[in-house]
């Protein structure tokens, strides 16, 4: 199996899929979203098709061209590039997987089936081992979100001698708040080296302690710089310094919560941020209000965060 030279460590930016005002892709821009997150964010590892990028709303022929556009434009600038190839259809997922291997990708993972669910352990490693199966020579990940699946197998259970049924397993996205299931993640399986990559971007710092190799999150495509900076903090085990990065990166968060925050609002976000139109959400998500935008670049701003366009 050829793997990557080095672990998939640091932070991971879960991409967002920009898109026309006619809910079109808009490829044109990835180009510059890749120079934007290296250059601007300091992060040169990617996430694509997961839920920031709306990949379950997306068609196959879609995903494909997204997964290559990434691939393409990424070539010498990322590091890794990791494509979420889950489905409800195996038969999909196992054409995706196929796809990213073809096509030259670091890796791929996949979400529980959420329609028909595994209701075992034994059940979803048999779904995710078919998919692994598809691109033998890649990586595999499994990405563990079970408020949006409705699986509840513990991330903690699933691990346990998985990389016996699939032996290209190398780590989990764990996007779940459960510390418990994820501390055990880490200390069940300290020795096999796994990626155990964390997804609750408000609550890094709580699993960097637990012993997280690295995060995958929506906000580090632009709050990225900020919590490299805490990343670094605790590396050098100021942890003062890495605590109030954290607090500093929940102020946003908090606030945003409150006014009603999910992919549409990243969207928003990232065009201000960034000043590379995103576009909105494809539907059933509707589009950010302009209330919401003018509150959440006024909170930036408040915070000192980021040097906004214009």
């Known amino acids: 199996m050829a793997f990557p030279k080095k672990k998939l460590r640091g932070l991971v930016a879960a991409t967002i899929t920009p898109m026309t005002e006619n809910g079109e892709i808009n490829f044109p821009v990835i180009g510059r979203y890749v120079d934007y997150l290296v250059k601007e964010q300091g992060v040169k590892n990617i996430f694509v098709n997961g839920t920031t990028g709306e990949g379950l709303s997306l068609s196959l022929s879609e995903r494909r061209r997204v997964a290559e556009e ?21 038969k999909e997922s ?15 993972a996949v979400i529980a089936p959420f329609f028909f669910k595994s209701q075992n352990k034994d059940a979803l490693i048999s779904f995710l081992r078919e998919v692994a199966a598809a691109a033998p020579a890649l990586p595999f990940y499994y990405y563990h979100i079970p408020s949006l699946t409705g699986v509840k197998i513990r991330a ?9 049924k699939i032996p290209t397993f190398q780590g989990l996205k ?50 990225g710089k900020k919590t490299n900076q805490m990343l670094e903090a605790f590396e050098r085990k100021d942890f003062t ?13 908090n606030y945003v919560i409150k006014l009603g925050f999910g992919v549409s609002q990243t969207k928003a976000i990232m065009t201000l941020v960034s000043g ?13 209000t302009q209330e919401f935008t003018a509150n959440a670049e006024a909170k930036l701003k408040s915070l000192d965060f980021l040097s906004l366009p214009g």
Not at 241 to 253: D, M, P, S
């Open 70 to 90: 990434w691939v393409t434009q990424g070539r010498n600038k990322l590091d890794q590039v990791v494509i979420h190839v889950g489905a409800l259809s195996l």
């Open 94 to 108: 196992q054409e995706l997987a196929q796809h990213a291997a073809e096509i030259g990708a670091d890796g791929i």
């Open 276 to 288: 590379i139109p995103m576009g909105p959400p494809r539907l059933p998500l509707q589009k950010a």
């Open 156 to 164: 903690e259970e699933l691990l346990n001698g998985i990389q016996d």
């Open 241 to 253: 310094t890495a605590l109030n990065y954290q607090f500093c990166v929940q102020r946003f968060i």
């Open 174 to 223: 764990f996007s779940d708040t459960d510390l418990l299931d994820f501390g055990q993640c880490v200390d069940q399986n300290h020795h096999r080296q796994f990626a155990l990559l964390f997804g609750v971007d408000e609550q890094l710092l709580s699993a960097l302690i637990m012993g997280a190799t690295g995060a995958v999150g929506s906000t580090y495509n632009y709050l």
